[in-house]
């Protein structure tokens, strides 16, 4: 790929003074007691915390038909139940209740037949992401929006069906091939609890107990909010608008 190609895809780079906005707003829930992820010494906690509190924080942006894409066991359907109608699937219906199974590039519902979909922790587990991308496209009306969250950061899972992780620059290649213009992208947790949620997993047989690890995730989750550095996140939630123009089809190189 020549340099000349490389700048005409390239986006444009979000300051990091903007990261470091979007992070102290998901900070600035001073009240935000997490109802479903509630174990402070959990291994994974600084990760999953800071995914609910986004998806608390962005959660009213989606009204309407709503499905839940790739839905599992449904962890976050306590924060949509002012929507009009949800839906739910996965491609594995033992993973949880689910209305139909499918993968989710392949869903089997009429053209602009939603307002919203909630897609969590799914991307990096489809091997065509582009083309997930753009069937939330066919599927969503004019204007609709697609609430997504994607780790940066997080450890092999659920192989083999573990393929990605995503920089701020791949998201925005996505939505703008797919024809969707991005409207809030919240880093989830700055160096900070990326700092503590990599302790973690590096040295298990030294933070081994229950009191330790609580103390801990504290610590680092209480001095990333302070700090609210843009530079390191664990992940990213986005909130991303249906566009009135067709999706580029333009190829990458």
Not at 92 to 99: E, I, M, N, P
Request: proline residues 9%; glycine residues 6%.
């Amino acid at each position: 790929m020549t340099s000349t190609t490389i700048n005409a895809v390239q986006p444009t780079r979000t300051p990091v003074a903007e990261h470091a906005a979007e992070l102290r707003a998901l900070y600035q829930q001073a009240d935000f007691t997490p109802p479903i992820w509630t174990d402070p010494s959990d291994v994974g906690y600084l990760c999953v915390t800071l995914i609910e509190r986004s998806i608390a924080l962005l959660s009213k942006e989606l009204n309407g038909e709503l499905l839940d894409v790739g839905c599992g066991r449904q962890p976050y359907e306590s924060y949509f139940r002012h929507v009009a109608r949800k839906q739910a699937c996965d491609f594995d219906s033992k993973r949880g209740q689910v209305d139909f199974e499918c993968p989710a590039h392949r869903i089997p519902l009429p053209d602009q037949s939603l307002d919203s979909i909630l897609c969590t922790e799914v991307l990096e587990h489809v091997p065509d992401p582009l083309a997930v991308w753009r069937e939330f496209h066919r599927l969503l009306r004019p204007g609709g929006k697609v609430l997504l969250a994607t780790p940066m950061y997080w450890p092999p899972h659920e192989e083999p069906y573990d393929f990605y992780r995503y920089p701020e620059f791949g998201l925005r290649y996505f939505t703008r091939e797919s024809g969707f213009e991005i409207v809030r992208l919240i880093p989830r947790g700055g160096p900070w609890a990326f700092f503590g949620q990599v302790g973690l997993h590096v040295m298990p047989h030294i933070i081994r107990f229950r009191w330790m690890r609580r103390l801990w995730n504290k610590f680092f989750l209480g001095f990333d909010g302070w700090r609210c550095s843009g530079r390191l996140t664990m992940g990213w939630t986005v909130l991303a608008r249906k566009l009135a123009t067709p999706a580029s089809s333009k190829p990458l190189s």
